[in-house]
């Protein structure tokens, strides 16, 4: 990757990471606050839980989709640019959701913030690769990943007042947010391209896995519906055969989104069915809990939104430490421990009823369960980088996070289904909680399946040192917090993510 020849500590470096950092935290933030939101938006628009459900699923379904993509078109018509973009129709979107005036307009627009989410997400840490000096560039994601882990940490604060206010302001806040990052990074940030660069873009790609994950998950969120009828099993039928023709197309393309030859390896092909299993249930416990805290435990949005801060804490200071750990006793031992713990966590998320003390109900249990992904995310994401080649290293991450937003949002699809909440609104304390307790045993259940196939099909030996253009890909030196998905790393070379 070419060298920007910026250095840490200079006006242009700080403007760089600034632009950066406040790009990274708005589609992370939206993707996390918005959760905290959907108690009020429910009340407000008259939105039984499959609205809400797609409230959530509409934003991760773009995103998911179109983020390998997102970082395809910046290696070819230019990191800034495709950023810059990204954050324009984020705020846009934004804009839409903010003045809504029903749950359908609301669904609309957050598809329509997840496709800006994917151009401005992989470019925020791959314009801070090529503009920064070799020297500096490890520093540059050090900051870039720690800033980020502390906007992790102030955003359920805000989000839970914000909604307490109005929660249309969640939306609303990303306009001028954006209109700070466009600023910057027009006047700052130097635009940078990757001269090898396919001349193709895997278009028919990207259009199957719309496709897929489209039918597929609204196949299976209408199986949750008490209207439901045998013809949603016809949609979850054409997203399958989406998804094995993009696999086919895969094979054949010239410059395929996922190169094949990455699940060759034993190794990443392990590590990705332990993102699967990890990142389903993740995605359904941030969902529900703040729900269930608001609807049945009678929280404010304030207190419900900070409940989950002990796991975004735990992984801050933690997860560095870990990552290091597992270089010495391997991935093994970790990837087998973390879902135990956070299973073990989840399984006291599913005790939070009425009445729930937040000393006594709600912190063990968040404390345990993000013990459990601290043991286990730095880890995951190093041995994804670890069993891809080195040209390959940014396209394996871009994949990995890709199965991490696809597992969320197939999960929030398919386990309330499961539980019994489709249909159920949230007016209807006892019935969420009856099936908010056997969404949680679901997903415990989930996180169990994650420790075997670690156990089973992950390599224990730790892995060789690192080469230098892996080392600057290596998670674990910086605190990144993976709650929402494994960060996107910049491709090493032109064989990297198109």
Do not use: K
């Amino acid at each position: 990757m070419p060298d920007g020849g910026l250095r840490m500590g200079t006006p242009q470096g700080r403007w760089v990471l600034l632009a950066t950092v406040l790009g990274s935290s708005l589609a992370m933030l939206d993707a996390t606050v918005v959760n905290v939101a959907l108690e009020r938006i429910g009340a407000e628009l008259d939105a039984d839980f499959t609205g809400l459900q797609w409230t959530v699923n509409a934003y991760t379904l773009t995103l998911a989709s179109l983020i390998l993509m997102g970082g395809s078109l910046g290696d070819r018509f230019g990191r800034r640019r495709v950023f810059v973009v990204g954050t324009v129709w984020f705020a846009a979107a934004s804009l839409l959701c903010g003045l809504a005036p029903d749950v359908n307009t609301l669904v609309a627009a957050r598809a329509l913030q997840g496709v800006g989410g994917a151009l401005l997400t992989p470019g925020s840490l791959a314009l801070i690769s090529a503009s920064f000096a070799g020297t500096d560039r490890a520093a540059a994601v050090g900051a870039w990943s720690g800033l980020g882990g502390v906007a992790g940490a102030i955003g359920p604060f805000l989000g839970g007042w914000l909604v307490g206010v109005e929660w249309r302001l969640v939306f609303l806040l990303n306009l001028p947010l954006a209109a700070v990052i466009v600023a910057v990074a027009v006047r700052h940030v130097p635009e940078s391209r990757d001269p090898e660069a396919a001349h193709h873009l895997d278009w028919p790609g990207t259009a199957l896995v719309v496709a897929g994950l489209g039918a597929l998950t609204y196949g299976l969120t209408a199986a949750g519906a008490p209207d439901s009828g045998p013809g949603v099993w016809g949609w979850v039928a054409a997203g399958l055969v989406a998804l094995a023709a993009f696999v086919a197309v895969q094979r054949r393309s010239p410059a395929p989104l996922v190169p094949p030859g990455l699940f060759a390896s034993r190794q990443f092909t392990a590590a990705n069915a332990v993102t699967l299993l990890v990142y389903a249930p993740l995605g359904v416990v941030f969902v529900l809990l703040v729900i269930q805290l608001q609807v049945v435990a009678g929280y404010d949005p304030l207190p419900a939104g900070t409940a989950l801060l002990p796991v975004t804490a735990l992984m801050l200071v933690f997860s560095a430490r870990v990552g290091a750990l597992a270089q010495r006793v391997g991935p093994r031992p970790l990837l087998t421990a973390g879902p135990l713990v956070a299973a073990a966590g989840v399984l006291l998320v599913a005790r939070i009823g009425p009445d729930a003390g937040y000393l006594t109900d709600v912190l063990p249990a968040t404390a345990v369960f993000g013990a459990g992904l601290t043991l286990l995310v730095a880890p995951l994401t190093a041995t994804v980088l670890d069993s891809a080649p080195d040209r390959l290293a940014g396209v394996a991450s871009g994949v990995n996070n890709a199965v991490a937003r696809a597992a969320g949002l197939l999960a929030v699809a398919v386990v309330p289904a499961v539980a019994g909440l489709g249909g159920t609104g949230v007016g209807d304390p006892a019935g969420f909680a009856t099936g908010f307790r056997t969404a949680m045993l679901v997903c415990a259940g989930l996180l169990v399946c994650a420790a075997s196939v670690a156990a089973v099909l992950v390599r224990r030996t730790p892995a060789a040192a690192p080469s230098e253009q892996r080392q600057r890909l290596r998670v674990e030196e910086s605190p990144h917090c993976g709650i929402t998905g494994p960060p996107v790393h910049p491709a090493t070379s032109g064989e990297g993510m198109r």
